[in-house]
């Protein structure tokens, strides 16, 4: 390993400041794009379903059919179209206008005063959605069930028979999704500048002829890799503390763990995809094929696979073997618990592991592919 100078690497710190102040794309991918993507994650992306268009179709009209519906129609989760006819509702079902067609049928009041039998209710979803499909069942089946028991109640008899559940959920009360989306959008977020900003600052310098000119110099490439790293880390940095301070203030997503173990795991995270930017443009040395690598190697993998939306457990074998060797991966995993649970130590540090391994692999092959030649 060739020395290090500190005089020389203080000196390419600073060329690489003045670089950043100069260039504006370097503002723009660090500071707007967090802003653009922050926003449509935060507000665009949601899993949550408070209003659901339903169809209710009220063929008993008696008095306990038009109770269940008015418990349909004064929940937050459905927004209700009531017809009499399921026909009146088809064409909205096929058009998408409506997600589900709940058939209250005629006999409705008759089953219900049966002592073991309950009414029956149809329910019929729209399946080219399937999620959307099971979210209307359930929610549907639960309102009906709540609302049987509260009839039972009003009309001073026992509860039905039955399990009685009482569900509790840690960590995320309200069930907000954005509270765990917003978190792993960090590190989507983080991936996407890191490589963007070394893979096309550094391609642009060798368009321009910059690179020539900085090897002519007796600095040396570990030299010129590290002060690329630590500009770009400290600006990197800086839009990570600008996005969290949003994600709190903003969006209200709870933080529960130490800001200092925050920083830890970002800048070690930010080393990865700074690192990989850095092999990026070395191996490409051109602005468009250093953008369209960047994107296909680093934003789409940590996209997909990264856990931040669809579940790694739900994937095939091969694409769970995948998911190891990208760092996201890990990040989002940290990120979720430092956001929603604290400290948990042995979380962290089993995602936090992996992240410095890769981080040494690629910033030494980084170091190795990079010489001091012009071809």
């Not at 710190?13 to 003045?18: A, M, P, T, V, W």
């Not at 653009?36 to 209003?51: A, P, R, T």
């Not at 989507?188 to 500048?193: D, K, V």
Request: charged fraction near 15%; proline fraction near 5%; aromatic fraction near 10%.
């Amino acid at each position: 390993m060739l020395k290090i100078s500190p005089r020389r690497l203080t000196a390419l710190i600073r060329k690489e400041g003045f670089q950043i102040i100069r260039d504006p794309s370097s503002i723009l991918i660090c500071l707007v794009l967090p802003l653009i993507l922050l926003f449509l994650y935060g507000y665009g992306v949601s899993l949550d379903l408070n209003h659901l268009r339903i169809g209710l179709v009220l063929q008993d009209t008696t008095p306990a059919a038009q109770s269940f519906a008015e418990s349909i129609t004064n929940s937050r989760y459905f927004d209700v179209t009531i017809a009499r006819h399921e026909r009146d509702l088809q064409r909205d079902l096929v058009k998408g206008s409506i997600r589900g067609i709940v058939v209250v049928p005629s006999y409705f009041s008759a089953f219900l005063e049966r002592p073991d039998t309950r009414a029956p209710i149809q329910v019929i979803a729209d399946g080219s959605e399937p999620n959307t499909a099971n979210f209307v069942q359930n929610y549907v089946m639960g309102a009906y069930g709540k609302w049987l028991t509260q009839e039972h109640i009003k009309s001073g008899g026992a509860t039905p028979p039955g399990i009685d559940i009482q569900t509790r959920y840690w960590y995320n009360e309200e069930l907000e999704s954005r509270f765990f989306l917003i978190p792993g959008s960090l590190a989507i977020i983080m991936t996407l500048i890191g490589t963007l900003l070394t893979a096309l600052v550094i391609a642009r310098e060798w368009e321009r002829g910059t690179m020539e000119s900085l090897m002519s110099t007796p600095v040396t490439i570990v030299e010129i890799i590290l002060s690329k790293l630590i500009s770009y880390f400290a600006l990197g940095m800086g839009s990570m503390a600008m996005c969290v301070i949003l994600s709190v203030t903003l969006y209200g997503v709870p933080f529960r763990g130490s800001i200092l173990l925050l920083a830890f795991v970002s800048a070690i995270f930010l080393i990865c995809a700074l690192s990989m930017g850095l092999l990026i443009s070395t191996l490409s040395k051109n602005q468009i094929v250093a953008s369209q690598v960047a994107i296909v190697i680093g934003f789409l993998p940590a996209y997909i696979l990264s856990g931040f939306i669809f579940e790694i457990s739900s994937m095939p074998f091969f694409i769970r073997g995948l998911t190891y060797i990208l760092p996201a991966r890990y990040f989002v995993q940290c990120l979720q618990t430092l956001f929603l649970v604290g400290n948990v130590w042995k979380l962290i540090l089993i995602n936090l592991l992996p992240m410095i391994g890769m981080g040494l692999v690629l910033f030494f092959y980084t170091a190795r592919k990079t010489v001091k030649r012009l071809e």
